[in-house]
T-cell receptor, first 115, second 115 residues
Framework: TQTVSQSDAHVTVFEGDSVELRCNYS??????LSWYIQHHGHGLQFLLK??????VVQGVNGFEAEFSKSDSSFHLRKASVHWSDSAVYFC?????????????FGGGTRLTVRP | DPKIIQKPKYLVAVTGSEKILICEQY?????MYWYRQSAKKPLEFMFS???????DNQTASSRFQPQSSKKNHLDLQITALKPDDSATYFC??????????????FGPGTRLTVL
């Protein structure tokens, strides 16, 4: 059984700041990790994913995430946030040995970007 | 153009009634999913289908029945509705290729309120 923990329910930064949203997971096998963004009143939009290879993956809109097996983490980062990045961010994991398997989501982190 | 259509956007039902949530995807994907998001729980997986066959069912109650009449449709029938069923229901889809880990794309959701 895989579990996902997003330790920060809320993060507030100013426009132009860098930000890191934390994600830790628990699973014993190969794992597929992803991040999604949800703007208020909308569905989820895919940001990026990792399964193997370079542990730093690039996503849309300047987001990147770094996988660490030793820390069981997949933190999301952005060097300079914009007000439009205000949204809820979800980290998700899936058992890597079963393509099309269910996503297990963390509780989400609400990012607020102040002007 | 929206690639995943969910209808209706909002739905109000009375306790004990039955409703069908519609989902159609035009991404050419062969796997479809249902997730639920409520104030009490984070995003939780309900069902996954591949080539119109049930792959995974994490919903304890038989009141929730997915229906796939076409390969790009996965409707969700909910019977004997309860107030606890109030949530936003998201449909998602992805490619399902053995060895490839494709991201899931989400629809805009149907917000169900049970009175």
């Amino acid at each position: 059984t895989q579990t996902v923990s997003q330790s920060d329910a809320h993060v507030t930064v100013f426009e132009g700041d860098s930000v890191e949203l934390r994600c830790n997971y628990s699973y014993g096998g190969s794992i597929y990790l992803s991040w999604y963004i949800q703007h208020h009143g909308h569905g989820l939009q895919f940001l990026l994913k990792y399964y193997s290879g370079n542990p730093v993956v690039q996503g849309v809109n300047g987001f990147e995430a770094e996988f660490s097996k030793s820390d069981s983490s997949f933190h999301l980062r952005k060097a300079s946030v914009h007000w439009s990045d205000s949204a809820v961010y979800f980290c998700a994991v899936s058992a890597g040995n079963n393509a099309g398997a269910k996503l297990t989501f963390g509780g989400g982190t609400r990012l607020t970007v102040r002007p | 153009d929206p690639k995943i259509i969910q209808k209706p956007k909002y739905l109000v039902a009375v306790t004990g009634s039955e409703k069908i949530l519609i989902c159609e995807q035009y991404l050419g994907h062969n796997a479809m999913y249902w997730y639920r998001q409520s104030a009490k729980k984070p995003l939780e997986f309900m069902f996954s289908y591949s080539y119109q066959k049930l792959m995974d069912n994490q919903t304890a109650s038989s009141r929730f029945q997915p229906q796939s009449s076409k390969k790009n449709h996965l409707d969700l029938q909910i019977t004997a509705l309860k107030p606890d069923d109030s949530a936003t229901y998201f449909c998602a889809s992805s490619r399902r290729d053995w060895g490839n880990y494709a991201e899931q794309f989400f629809g805009p959701g149907t917000r169900l309120t049970v009175l």
